[in-house]
């Protein structure tokens, strides 16, 4: 059975799916015709990989670094991280490992509609300025793109990073204790 936050994302999807149906339906369009304004951003949103890169990639190094402190816990260790504990204090018990997974789901939601919601107004803003400088829309159309990856590469560090490091140690502590 799907638990609430389960249900939510799956909820996501399907709107997302929803919304991609719609703006890729075929449309009467004459060459004249220019595509809506709206559906434009959609699409440029649904489909630029810098809205889901931040996302994906926190998801897997949080998880990761989840995963890895499992044999400790297992083993009367403590979790450091105040967000995955059950009194909400650092040094503590840990929570379930599927309530950590749901809490990491929920942080990987919220980093998905981050990046949705700067690409969608990065995508307007570079509309209006190819609107005021039709001559420039190269020059506009590139530094969209470049404003793009950088903030989702430099969100994507930020995220996920430090949690990359805390698999890898824990993986060798683990090791190194004979912990499974």
């Known amino acids: 059975m799907l638990g609430r936050l389960e249900r939510s994302a799956l909820r996501s999807v399907w709107m997302l799916l929803f919304l991609?149906?719609?703006?890729l339906l075929p449309q009467r369009v004459s060459a004249q015709e220019q595509s809506s304004f709206f559906a434009d951003t959609i699409k440029g949103v649904l489909f630029d990989p810098t809205t889901y890169a931040p996302?994906?990639?926190?998801?897997?190094?949080?998880?990761?670094d989840w995963n890895s402190s499992q044999p400790f816990f297992r083993n009367g260790y403590v979790e450091?991280?105040?967000?995955?504990?059950?009194?909400g204090r650092p040094n503590d018990v840990?929570?379930?490992?599927?309530?950590?997974?749901?809490r990491i789901l929920r942080d990987a939601i919220v980093n998905l509609e981050m990046s949705a919601?700067?690409?969608?107004?990065?995508?307007?803003?570079e509309r209006m300025l190819i609107e005021r400088y039709p001559t420039h829309r190269k020059l506009v159309k590139t530094l969209?793109?470049?404003?793009?990856?950088?903030?989702?590469?430099?969100?994507?560090?930020?995220?996920?990073?430090?949690?990359?490091?805390?698999?890898?140690?824990?993986?060798?502590?683990?090791?190194?204790m004979g912990l499974r």
């Open 94 to 102: 840990a929570v379930s490992y599927r309530v950590g997974r749901s």
């Open 117 to 125: 919601a700067n690409n969608a107004v990065g995508r307007v803003v």
């Open 144 to 176: 969209g793109w470049i404003e793009r990856a950088a903030l989702a590469s430099t969100l994507s560090y930020y995220l996920s990073a430090q949690h990359y490091r805390q698999a890898a140690e824990n993986a060798t502590r683990a090791q190194q």
């Open 55 to 64: 996302a994906v990639i926190a998801y897997d190094a949080t998880l990761r």
């Open 20 to 23: 991609v149906c719609c703006v």
């Open 80 to 87: 450091h991280n105040e967000r995955f504990t059950i009194s």
